[in-house]
Every structure is written in C-alpha cells, then in structure tokens.
C-alpha cells in the first residue's frame, strides 16, 4: 500500500513494465539457442543400468551481450531496489506493530473501543487471506510456468534457494515454542518473522502498563522509526519505474514470455479474490454487524473509495474517509477519530489477502508444495505482517519477502511480480479503507450515542 507521498506516476511504472516484458522478451526469442532433440535410445539405456536422473538444466546460453546486460547492468538495478526494500523490513515491522499496539490503549472507552476495533480487524484480515489462499490453490496460477523452465528458474537462483534450504525449520510445535524468542536481539539479527512479531506485540503491550511519561520516550522514538523506514522505501520507489524495467527486462530476455501468462493468471486470482472480499465478505460483515444496508453503505462511501483507488493510500484516504464517516455515515466523531487512524495504520484486508496469493504463486512457480501446515503458517504470517505494516510505498513487498524466506522459497522471485504491483495496490488499497469503513460502522453502532444512518 502506498503511502500519501509517492510521487511516482502509474503510468511511469506500467510504461517500465510494457517496455521491459516487449524488449525482454524479443530478445529472448531471437536470441534463444535451437532446442535439444530428445535420445529415447539414450534414455532407455540410462533407464535399464539404473543411473541416476540427471540435474536440472541450466539458462539456455544466449547471445553473450545478452548475458553481459543483464549481470553487470539491468539485474544489478533491479537488486539495489530490493536492498533497499529489504532493508528497512525488521525495523518497520517491529516499529509500526508495537507502536499499533500501543494505540489500542490499555483501559476505560480507549481499552474497549479498541480491543472490538482490534477484533474486528483479525476477523476481517483472517477472512480476507483465507479467501486469497483459497484461490490460488484452486486455480494454481504458478502452474502456468513449464516444468522445464522452472528447472532454469531454480537454476537462476539457485544459491539463494540455497541459503534458505539451509536454514529451514521444521513446522510444528517447535516452531511455536520458537515464536518465543531466547535472544530478541538475535531473532531481529536472524530476521525471525514470527519471533519478531511477537517481541513487537509485547513491548507495545508493556508500553501500555508503564508510566505514560517513559512510555512516551519509547513511542516517540519509535514513531521516527516509522519515519527513518518511510523515507528509505520512498526513496527505493523513485527507482520504481527503471527497476521495474530492469527486473522485467532481465527475467523475460533469459526465461521468455511464458512466464508472463503465469502473471497474468496470478493478476486475475488476486482481482477474483479482491471482489469476492469486496462484494461479499463485506457487504455480509456491514450488514450483520454494522446494521446497514450495504447498497447505502456503498452509495455514501464512494467518494472515499474512489480516492483510495486513485491515490493508493489509506494515509491519503483518511481526511476524506473520517468527513464521510461524520457527515454521511453519521459516527460520532470520537469515534471515527480514533477508530479510522488506527484502521489506516493496521487494517489491511486487501494486502492480507495479496501477500498469500503472491506467497503461494511464486512457490507454485519454483515448484514448491506447501504443506498444509506450512499454508497455515502463511496465513499466520499474512494477518500479523498486515496488521503490523505501515501505509508506505511498497510497503507489502518486504514483508513478502519475509514470508517467502519462512517457506523456503527465494526472496529475491518477488521480483517477478513488482511489475504489476502498482495496478494491484491501487485495488488492494480500496479494499483496505472500504474494510475501515465498515469497521467504523460496526464500533459505531455498539458504542452509546449517535448510530450510523440506515
């Protein structure tokens, strides 16, 4: 989800994606070798003396500018965006999830509001990336890759595959005694998302039982924090446009435009999944729980909708989302005020619902099978890495990474999807505030005085 102050055009971003996938792939075709002719002859032999199957292919070698291009110009583009991205994940998850937490407050109208404010968000988000999981199990967009270039992908990024098959934990109940973490400086060191999570969610918790005066210290250092990690990922998207290029560029001239089908199927399983969420799961939750036709709900929020799609920041949504909960919803403004603040920062249904489809998709296209336990522990991730991200530019795709780094597969594949990401923030963004209004509606109406209009 983007924040307020990107200032880098859509049409920029789309223009670097169109161009790197038509150049890439132009000269993936002229340039890509003849294909090898299989030897059945050859390979009932190797079957009958019982030799051992043989590696994965490596890249087909092309011409040596191509190669040349992409190792010492448009992939070294592309991974400084990354770093740069990748960068600023531990501090901005553990910052802007224990100082959301904080914001819960710890008693009398604050406590209440914001421990049925906080509920709903759960029960929204859960629903939201159970919905995302769903789809792209059922329609298997990573499938779309051929095996045989899934070989070359792997071979791609191999090492970092690599390095994550290292460090891989067994799922289970070691992994929730883990959650706890011995050392917390350590689990930051190590990126342990789980164990980083829940060292966020205590501190912000003990914050709120100390004296306000220290506690305030903390938060205030945390809240620049907050800052220190928007100004780096503001700065990562400028490059936005070119890396998107380069990134595009350097995978479809090695691997062609068939990975780009597989794209298209995963930009449509997230929009499947976006509407259903949109159009169903929440016109069911503003009906049942806010009282509310959802018809009026969506005529009276369609200014807010609209510059949230248009802006790709609740940040940016939230002047005009807290004046349409007052004057066209009717909520008491004590309530919108804190109610909406703390929706922006940490109620993000539609990234909830993105980051497991993308999860799932990339570990699709490496040939990779999720166990169930392992979806579980996407799922997991998914609701607390929303919950806790803050509303900057790319905000989402480090926490990705985070979560692809759990399960194995390499981080670094995100970059197969940045090139569409922008279109996709911007419907994912307007399903995140259309979630905000709808939980102002539901604390609305249980709280005492004015309810929302019907």
């Known amino acids: 989800m983007a924040s307020s102050g990107s200032s880098v055009p859509h049409t ?41 199957p043989s590696p994965p292919p490596a890249p087909p070698e092309r011409a040596a500018w191509v190669g040349w291009i992409v190792r010492n110009i448009t992939k070294p583009v592309g991974d400084i965006f990354l770093n740069l991205l990748f960068m600023a994940i531990i501090p901005l998850v553990f910052a802007s999830l224990t100082v959301g937490v904080t914001r819960l407050g710890g008693s009398g109208n604050v406590g209440r509001v914001g421990v049925k404010t906080f509920a709903y968000f759960l029960v ?7 919905i995302g999981l769903s789809a792209v199990n059922f329609i298997e967009p990573g499938k779309q890759v051929p095996a045989g270039q899934r070989d070359e992908l792997m071979h791609y990024y191999g090492k970092e595959a690599g390095e994550k098959l290292d460090k891989k934990a067994d799922f289970g109940i070691e992994t929730i005694v883990n959650i706890v973490p011995k050392n917390p400086l350590k689990s930051l060191v190590e990126k342990d998302m789980l164990a980083v999570i829940f060292s966020a969610i205590l501190v912000g918790i003990a914050l709120t039982q100390i004296e306000p005066a220290r506690a305030k210290i903390i938060i205030d250092f945390l809240e620049g924090v907050n800052q220190i990690t928007d100004f780096i990922i503001r700065l990562a998207m400028r490059l936005a446009p070119y890396a998107v290029f380069a990134l595009i560029f350097s995978t479809t001239a090695l691997f062609g435009y068939k990975l780009l089908v597989a794209l298209g199927a995963f930009v449509l399983t997230v929009l499947g999944g976006l509407l259903i969420h949109q159009l169903v799961v929440l016109p069911i939750l503003v009906t049942v729980f806010g009282g509310m036709s959802p018809w009026t709900f969506f005529k009276k929020i369609r200014v807010t909708m609209i510059t949230a799609f248009s802006t790709s920041s609740s940040s940016a949504t939230l002047p005009t989302a807290m004046k349409c909960a007052e004057e066209e919803l009717n909520v008491p403004p004590a ?9 922006a920062s ?13 999860v799932v998709f990339l570990a699709q296209v490496f040939g990779f099978s999720l166990s169930f336990e392992q979806q579980l522990i996407v799922l997991v991730l998914c609701i607390l890495t929303a919950t806790g991200m803050a509303g900057v530019p790319g905000g989402s795709l480090p926490l990705i990474g985070m979560v692809l780094a759990v399960v194995d597969v390499p981080a670094g594949a995100i970059a197969i999807v940045l090139g569409v990401d922008r279109f996709l923030d911007m419907c994912r963004t307007t399903v995140n505030v259309t979630a905000d209004m709808t939980t102002v509606v539901f604390v609305a109406r249980t709280e005492r005085g004015r309810e929302p209009t019907h």
């Open 12 to 52: 920029r971003i789309l223009l670097g994606l169109v161009l790197g996938a038509v150049i890439g792939s132009g000269i993936n075709y002229f340039t890509a070798p003849p294909p090898v002719t299989p030897d059945p002859n050859r390979d009932a032999l190797a079957a009958v003396v019982g030799n051992a």
């Open 124 to 130: 929204t988000t859960a629903c939201a990336a159970t």
């Open 335 to 343: 309530v919108s005020r804190f109610v909406l603040p703390l929706s």
């Open 346 to 358: 940490m109620n993000h249904n539609g990234t909830a619902l993105f980051e497991g489809v993308t």
